[in-house]
């Protein structure tokens, strides 16, 4: 599931020391997984509040009791947690590759795959350009609103951006989808792209 560092193994290890408790384990939690505003976070947990709704997950040191909700599991597959010094000791650094990205299917409600195609694809290339677009509804079942923002709004090009890059890519990607609507007031042209 996720890598664990010898050396954030070792760090990890010695925190639960500290608390002489051999009760104690360590959970990997994740709020937001799937959204741009997703975190990792990490806290001492009883042993006894450990369930099957738990992973464990694995460490070279089998005594050092790391776990997650299952439901987590997938936001840190492919990630590594290392230990990093810096001037107040050091920290636990997780990468996590999966977490700010939804975890969709075909059977997904509509909003969800819209989100995700705009963050996984289309946002992706719209930041060399400082811009960014997000999903305001969908309307009548088959028609994405959208908002741009940073160097989108108010740039002379976002409506070859609109129909030749964001529409054609949901409504190819996207089926059910027949149109994409732009609500942005571009007006406002103080950080477009293109003026």
Same mark, same amino acid.
């Given at each position: ?5 010898? &050396?954030?193994?070792? *760090? %990890? ?20 997984? !799937? ?29 050092? $009791? /790391?776990?997650? $909700?299952?439901? +987590?599991?997938?936001?840190?597959? !492919? ?9 107040? !000791? ?5 990468? &996590?590759? +999966? %977490? ?12 969800? $795959?819209?989100?995700?195609? /705009? ?6 290339? %719209? $930041? ?13 079942? +088959?028609?994405?609103? /959208?908002? *741009? !923002?940073?160097?989108?709004? @108010?740039? @002379? ?12 890519? %949901? ?25």
């Amino acid at each position: 599931m996720i890598e664990v560092t010898q &050396a954030a193994e070792q *760090f %990890l290890a010695e925190l639960v020391e500290k608390q002489d408790a051999g009760h104690l384990g360590i959970q990997v939690e994740v709020t937001g997984g !799937g959204t741009p505003h997703a975190q990792i976070g990490m806290s001492f947990i009883e042993m006894d509040q450990v369930g099957s709704d738990f992973t464990h997950i694995a460490t070279r040191d089998e005594a050092l $009791r /790391l776990y997650t $909700r299952a439901d +987590n599991a997938g936001w840190l597959e !492919g990630g590594r947690m290392d230990f990093r010094e810096n001037d107040t !000791g050091g920290t636990i650094v997780v990468d &996590a590759p +999966n %977490l700010h990205v939804p975890q969709i299917s075909e059977d997904s409600p509509l909003e969800d $795959r819209v989100n995700y195609l /705009l963050m996984a694809e289309i946002n992706p290339g %719209l $930041r060399s350009h400082g811009g960014m677009v997000s999903l305001v509804e969908i309307v009548d079942g +088959n028609t994405a609103v /959208l908002q *741009f !923002g940073g160097g989108c709004q @108010g740039c @002379g090009m976002v409506d070859v951006t609109l129909k030749a890059g964001v529409e054609r890519t %949901l409504v190819e990607k996207i089926p059910e989808l027949v149109a994409v609507r732009d609500v942005t007031d571009h007006s406002n042209r103080e950080n477009a792209y293109y003026r």
